[in-house]
């Protein structure tokens, strides 16, 4: 990424802003707490604050580009679950597309809700044309709609859009409109017609947005953080910019004509300029995190989300000038919805909602799929003898992964296994979050349990002959010792799980998938693993960190 006056300071955490408390290990946070939990749609509100659509966090914040403040407008737990894009009306009305559960909500100045529509499929972009609102569908054979807040039906003005996402009227009167699978920009007028087709070949379009002067750019969602400017007021031509900002979302121009850019794969609000140079307003951090890995020269991946990515840790160019640790995460490689998370030399083998599993090479980002249809896959860890096996956590089971890709089962029948470990001997461990337990496999297929009476167990690992695993119902980490099984808490009052502000849901109520198989909000994992030095790794996804615990002292 090339960027200059980054801002540096930090924004508290979600729960309460101070260093966690521990037992045993000193706690120690790796990277800053995440202001936004994704950035999706944005756009300036009446009173001139940039708003701001948090996807995963269930919430929309408010940016005073001025002083810096941020502020949340729509809190987590109310009405609205995932807002993925926002408009506002001549009236000063906010509407919120609210993708998951299919819903667009009115908010008025006043902040009262009332439901505008459910019979949306995916809504996602949405835009306003005075007191007129439009919603597009991000699916394939999406429709564009008109809806009427007041009550009426919505009324289609076109369908078969392949994914449609953010759009916005352009100086013609016409709405504009990305097709994100088959890379076109389309448009219609407000009042129906027959689409037309603007631009075809556009890099993976996610949003269409116009400058002041009316000229038409075009965010790309892939890595290199593309944006293409095409002149249609004359020959059509266009010009690529490039930022290195991944994972582009959506954009907004305030009045002095300047650009600022959202990304769904990391967050954060970067002001991005003509020539591609780019100033943090909003610092990027990490989604989750929720898987966590360390190779074997200590160098720290997490599993979030939209991307693999490192700690500023781990990348001394993106550290503070004080040393402080308020660098951003680094992406390394993009892949969607990927939970899990497992180093093998310098390779990566990581799980997705997708129900797959891959390995990849963080070098050149290569990919390959190793299975697939498995139901919610979360942890992975490699096996003594090369295979993977991975906890498929919505099907109740324990699979191993050969080298030529042939699956085995190891277990079944387990409430929600969430992450697998081994210990030296090559004897593999499971945590069960639904149970309570940590338990070890045996070669006759039977299981042994090693831990019970636990809240919510996810992370798993083994450092010497002591086990890990984190608690998150309760908050710590707890420990097990492998040879006489005494156990104790050996940290505690962590961030992770759910934060404070936000109203918990049953793993069987949280939403998970659209209508069409997309993977949706995701599943909370607390991943936790062994370093070399003798640290653990803990993903504070409560937060957005990634924490080192260090031995402070004898038990």
């Known amino acids: 990424m090339r960027a200059t006056d980054e801002q540096t300071a930090p924004f508290p955490s979600r729960f309460d802003g101070t260093a966690p408390a521990s037992g045993h290990r000193s706690a120690e946070r790796l990277n800053p ?33 001025a002083g810096g403040d941020l502020d949340v407008v729509v809190p987590a737990g109310g009405p609205v679950q995932s807002p993925d894009d926002l408009a506002f009306g001549a009236d000063g009305s906010m509407y919120i597309a609210d993708l998951v559960p299919g819903r667009v909500w009115r908010r008025t100045p006043q902040g009262e809700y009332s439901l505008v529509c459910d019979e949306v499929k995916n809504p996602n972009g949405i835009t306003c044309i005075g007191d007129r609102l439009f919603v597009n569908e991000m699916k394939p054979e999406g429709r564009l709609l008109e809806l009427f807040p007041d009550g009426g039906e919505p009324a289609v003005l076109t369908e078969g859009l392949a994914l449609g996402n953010a759009m916005q009227r352009g100086p013609d009167g016409c709405l504009y409109y990305p097709h994100m699978i088959s890379e076109q920009i389309w448009r219609i007028p407000p009042d129906g017609g027959e689409p037309e087709l603007v631009a075809d070949h556009v890099d993976r379009p996610v949003a269409v947005r116009f400058d002041k002067g009316g000229v038409l750019h075009v965010l790309s969602l892939g890595p290199e953080g593309r944006v293409t400017r095409i002149d249609l007021h004359g020959t059509g031509a266009r010009t690529l910019v490039t930022s290195g ?37 909003v610092p990027r951090g990490f989604d989750g995190p929720y898987g966590v890995t360390v190779d074997l020269g200590g160098t720290v991946y ?46 990566l083998h990581i799980t997705s909602q997708f129900g797959d599993v891959r390995t990849c090479d963080p070098e050149n980002g290569s990919m390959r799929t190793r299975v697939g249809g498995l139901n919610r896959p979360m942890g992975i860890a490699v096996s003594p003898t090369g295979s993977l096996v991975v906890a498929e956590t919505d099907g109740g089971r324990v699979l191993a992964v050969a080298e030529d890709d042939k699956v085995t089962v190891l277990a079944e029948g387990l409430g929600r296994p969430v992450d697998v470990a081994f210990d030296a001997a090559g004897r593999c461990y499971v945590s069960d979050e639904q149970a309570g337990t940590v338990l070890r496999l045996e070669q006759d297929a039977s299981a042994t349990v090693v831990a019970d009476g636990l ?83 803990l993903s504070g996804n409560g937060e957005g960190t990634l924490l080192r615990l260090t031995p402070s002292g004898p038990r």
């Open 33 to 65: 707490a995440n202001p936004l939990w994704g950035s999706n749609g944005i756009a300036f509100g009446p009173d001139g604050r940039l708003y701001v659509a948090e996807f995963l966090g269930g919430r929309i914040s408010a940016v005073d580009l």
């Open 245 to 281: 900002l991944a994972g582009l979302d959506n954009a907004a121009f305030d009045a002095e004509n300047r650009m600022f850019v959202s990304s769904y794969a990391s967050g954060g609000i970067t002001e991005m300029h003509p020539d591609g140079r780019t100033r943090v307003i």
């Open 302 to 347: 997490a599993a979030d989300h939209y991307r693999v990515a490192t700690p500023p840790a781990d990348q001394p160019d993106a550290q503070a000038s004080d040393g402080s640790g308020t660098g951003e995460p680094t992406g390394r490689v993009l892949a969607p919805f990927v939970h899990g998370i497992a180093a093998d030399g310098e390779l």
């Open 455 to 537: 809240g919510a167990p996810q992370g798993l690992t083994v450092l010497g002959d002591e086990l890990y695993t984190v608690e998150t119902r309760h908050r710590r980490v707890r420990a097990v010792s492998l040879t006489s099984a005494a156990s104790w808490t050996e940290a505690e009052d962590l961030p992770v799980g759910p934060s404070p502000e936000a109203v918990p849901l049953p793993p069987d109520a949280e939403p998970a998938l659209f209508a069409n198989g997309l993977p949706g909000l995701a599943r909370r994992f607390a991943g936790i693993a062994a370093a070399p030095d003798g640290s653990l790794v």
